[in-house]
């Protein structure tokens, strides 16, 4: 395993940009930091552009070998701690860090099964968590408005651990098209005109709308949905975060599908 010790070396600055998520070689690589995410990673069978190694680290740690033992030895290398120090989004670091190409999903077909329509969504923690609790419900599609987080970025990534790959993630899909391509109810939460989620039957594909963390879901989906869900709660308290709400509409379709109803 070839090792650099230079911040000049040419094959650094790049993993330098690309941790830093910018494009490198006209091209969107992505930067999959930690043991968790690249054993995730590889577990779901994808390809590895490069791996980075803490070069102490790798000597030291079992787990590092393992993963290296996986990969093939022309995409690894090797660095000194301080140069994989600063490729690192966090202050303790796990000494090692992929770069990969997203899967590319494209949104053409008609939905059928159940899913997760994200309405600008800004926060990367919060599109973390609910790409997180979405995997956990065993949703396998979310679509993601323009103006949502980044699904790619070390935020959203950190917040997930490791639920992008076990769903597919379709960004950019704009309300008109994810309403022309929902072929099943479209359920969106919303404070106004709407129905307690305990009161509704939920044992059936439903497309699910969780809107902007100030603003909520926007207008246009709200016309077009079928239901509007609100989550009954105290009323001295704030309403739930929006992270926090869908864990609680998604669970609890998942108890209506498969457990008996109490």
């Not at 070069?55 to 090797?78: F, G, I, K, Y």
């Not at 329509?117 to 679509?143: E, K, S």
């Not at 980044?150 to 490791?162: E, M, P």
Request: proline share 4%; charged share 15%; hydrophobic share 45%.
């Amino acid at each position: 395993m070839r090792l650099i010790q230079s911040k000049e070396n040419p094959q650094y600055k790049q993993l330098v940009r690309i941790s830093q998520g910018k494009k490198a070689e006209g091209q969107l690589f992505v930067w999959l930091e930690g043991i968790h995410l690249s054993q995730a990673w590889l577990d779901a069978g994808y390809e590895v552009v490069l791996a980075a190694f803490d070069a102490e680290r790798l000597t030291q740690q079992h787990e590092l070998q393992q993963l290296a033992q996986r990969l093939d030895e022309r995409v690894c290398m090797s660095l000194t701690p301080s140069l994989m120090r600063a490729l690192s989004s966090v202050e303790q670091g796990q000494g090692i860090g992929l770069v990969v190409q997203a899967p590319p999903t494209i949104a053409t077909q008609a939905i059928t099964q159940s899913c997760v329509y994200l309405d600008r969504i800004q926060d990367p923690g919060n599109v973390g968590t609910l790409l997180r609790t979405m995997a956990a419900a065993g949703i396998n599609h979310a679509f993601l408005s323009p103006g949502c987080a980044w699904v790619w970025s070390q935020k959203v990534l950190r917040s997930a651990q490791g639920a992008h790959f076990a769903m597919q993630i379709h960004e950019q899909i704009e309300r008109a098209q994810f309403i022309q391509l929902a072929q099943i109810p479209i359920y969106a939460t919303a404070l106004e005109h709407s129905e307690p989620l305990y009161r509704l039957d939920l044992a059936q594909p439903i497309a699910w709308v969780f809107g902007n963390e100030g603003q909520g879901v926007h207008t246009e989906l709200l016309e077009q949905a079928q239901q509007r869900v609100f989550i009954p709660q105290v009323e001295q308290v704030e309403s739930l975060n929006v992270a926090a709400a869908a864990a609680v509409c998604l669970f609890e379709q998942r108890r209506q599908l498969h457990w008996v109803r109490v």
